[in-house]
Each structure stands twice: as structure tokens, then as C-alpha cells.
């Protein structure tokens, strides 16, 4: 059996080596050219947070280890507030439970070498498909063609298989919505002697309520930041001025840090913020997507590799379960998925509200220590939401709904003690 896989980034590199492990003819093809000859253009964020998840699809190719040798762990959120005050919350009542840093070209250049071990996948660099013929499962691209027995899209968010099923597919579901804000990367580059200006071991957050910057350890001592604000903001912010104005009002403790940041603002592309949601994922046993091509979600959960990645193990076993059947096992993996995905996609956009906003509030913390309290207290019963989604396989969906039951017998609880102090009060 032949695949034509399109996309050659985080989600294609490592499916290409999940199918050539099974023993399966794979052309993996990308538009952009080899990240390994050092001419990575990533276009979105230069580092991620990996967690159980991905690290669980990386281990059933044997490639965890090497991946993670080159991760910086993240054991909480450290708050910045306007005034420069700090404040810690560790991720999990575990302390050993983090995410973990890790440069996206580094990522990249792991998975494509952990397909290109097998003899049956070839890697295409500078092949930009511009059509998918969904009946002879042909891949056309500037300067020819591939026909194989399936074509997989794993060409991100903006993808050109899923285009072509929209244009052929009757009914085919198709919604993106955009947020309002959009981001903006820039550096804090490593002390003089080389070291982190910063904690290392943590996800930095200045969350100002409309918008929010956050900042991630790279393994040179740098970090890289993430601005989230609202489009008019950055087209209205265009002289170096205004820039260092708000810098200096809203993270005044960051600002002296970063020295190339009236540069690097003018300079790094303002990204846009989707989700996609589309159905079905897959035409026959013809065409199927993966990862962001079949539901781009926004990064603030920091769940869209590790959901693409999740993918990919799905797949995987789907086409074990059904090996005479590839229709049954695109549909099953498509009813596998979407739930969670769809689920993922509104728990990503309530985690922004979350951290720009709330991270900063006493009522918040208090909150996630009183979490940590009961997951402590009741091991194996009560498990934050987060804890949920970032440490554990549980389906997202799944994880959802037991969170908001959680919630509500805890909300019960605490209304039921506070209804019997003011009774016991009134007794006396
Ligand atoms: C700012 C930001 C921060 C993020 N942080 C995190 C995080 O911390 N943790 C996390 O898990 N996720 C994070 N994500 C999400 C993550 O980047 C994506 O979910 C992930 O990259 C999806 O992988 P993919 O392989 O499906 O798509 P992509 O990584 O986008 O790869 C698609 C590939 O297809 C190629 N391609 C596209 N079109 C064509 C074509 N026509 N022909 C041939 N090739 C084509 C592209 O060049 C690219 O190499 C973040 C995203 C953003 C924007």
C-alpha cells in the first residue's frame, strides 16, 4: 500500500514514520525546503510545549528520549504583575509533572530523520501541492504529480488536501473563526555569561486582562515571548515610541531585558489566531487529514502538536485494526477523534480568558491550590481540568465533561459548608 503524505511538518514527519514502521510505501511531500540543511522557516511559533501526549507518540517510536534531551521542562506559571511582583504556581500537586520547552526546527529534524530510517519513505522537499485528485488519490503539485492509494493531508491549518475536498465533497463542513488578537514574536536574548535572564523551569506570564505576553525558555539561554493583543492595536502601534511607551507601562520588568525589541517588533510578522473545525476528515478510502489541517485550534492550551501528534497514534492503530479495510479505518479514526478535537478546540479559547485574565487574580490561585488540595487528598478521583488535558491520555472530551461535574460537586460542596457556618453562627 502506497501513501502520498503532504506536509512534511511536525504532524507529517511523524506519521511518515509511524506508516513506514508498518511496513508501508510513503512519499512524504513538502513545499518548503529541508529543515535539516539549517533553512528551517517556521512561520509560527519557534518553540512549543510538549507534553504527555506528544511524548506518548513519541515514544511508541522510540524517539522521546532524544527529543527530550533537548527540552527545558516547565514545572508552572510564574505571574508577572505591572509591578514587577512574582508570583509561582506549579502546574500539578506532582512536582515532577511539567511541560516541556522545545525548539520547533529541532523537532522537525527528529521526526523527518525518524521517517527517513525506513527504506520505504522518501522525503520531497520543494513540492508545493496545489490540488488532490480525491478519486485516483493523485497529489498535484507546481511541477507534476504523485498518485498513490491514499493521500494523507498533514499540510497545517491552511491546508490544500482539505481545499480540494471542500471544492468535490457535497456537505462537506467547513468553519474557521479568527480571534481578534493576533501575535507577535520577540527575544530575550541569554545574560552575558550565557545563562537564563529568568527562571528557566517555568512558562512566564504577563497577563494585563484584554491581553497577555508570555515567554519560553530556549535551550541558548534565551527565551523566546509571545505578545497576544488585538489587531488594532499592533496596526496602530507603528512608531518605536508607542512601542516603548506600552512596553515600559505594561511589563516594565521585562522591557530593560529585551534590547532588540523595537527592531524585532517592526521587523516579525503579526500571526493570526484560527480554529478550524471540518468534517469528515476522510473521502473513501481515498483521502484522509491530519493534525492541524483537520482542526486547527489556538495555541493556548498548548495542545495542537500534541493532539497532531495523538493523531498519529490513532491512525496508526486504526490501520492495524482494519488492515483489509482502509475506509473502515479512516471513518473509525475520524469518529475517534473529531469529539475530542472539537472539545480541544473550546477548552483552547477558554484557557485564553484563563491565562490573560485570571492567572493574575487571587481568587485563581486560590482556586488551583484548593485543586491541588483535593487532587492530593482524593488521588485518583479529582483531577484538575489541566492536569486532565496536559498529563494524562484521558480524551479530551471526556476530560471536559469530568471537569465540569467535578466543578459542580466542589461548587455544591463549598455552598453547602458556607450555608452551615452562617447556620451555626445564627445559632449562637
Ligand atoms: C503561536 C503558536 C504557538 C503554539 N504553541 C504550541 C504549543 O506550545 N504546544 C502545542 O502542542 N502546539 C502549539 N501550537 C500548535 C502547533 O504549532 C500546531 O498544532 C502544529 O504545528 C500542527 O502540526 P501539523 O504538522 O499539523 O502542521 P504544521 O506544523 O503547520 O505543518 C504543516 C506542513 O505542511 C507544509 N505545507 C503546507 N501547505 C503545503 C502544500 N500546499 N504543499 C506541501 N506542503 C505544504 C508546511 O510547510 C508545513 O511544513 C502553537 C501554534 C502557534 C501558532
Known sequence: MKFVLVGSGLAGGLLAAFLGRRGYDVDLYERRADPRAGNFVGGRSINLALSTRGIH???QLG??????????????????ERSGELHFAPYD???????????RAALNTTVIEAASRHPNVRVHFNHKCVDVDLESATAKFEDGEAKGDAVIGVDGAFSAVRAAMQRKI??????????????????????PNGSWQMEKNALHIWPRKSFMMIALPNPDGSFTCTLFWEFDNFKATTHDADVRRFFEREFPDAMPMMPDLLEDFRANPTGSLVTIRCAPWFYRDKVCLVGDAAHAVVP?????MNAAFEDCVVLDECLAEFPQDRHRAFAEYFARRKENTDALADLAVGNFIEMRDKTASRLFRAKKKLDHFLEAAL??????LYTMVTFTRIPYARAARRARIQDTIVYVALLALLLAAIALLLCH
Open 93 to 103: 500537586v506532582d512536582p515532577n509533572k511539567c511541560i516541556n520547552s522545545i525548539g
Open 57 to 59: 507518540a513519541l515514544e
Open 379 to 384: 488521588p485518583g478521583i479529582y483531577l484538575p
Open 170 to 191: 457535497d456537505n462537506f463542513q467547513y468553519d474557521e473563526s479568527y480571534l481578534a488578537h493576533g501575535y507577535k514574536e520577540l527575544t530575550i536574548p541569554p545574560a
Open 300 to 304: 493556548f492550551y498548548g495542545q495542537g
Open 63 to 80: 524517539i522521546a528520549e532524544e527529543v527530550l534531551r533537548h527540552a527545558i521542562p516547565m514545572r508552572g506559571r510564574m505571574i508577572h
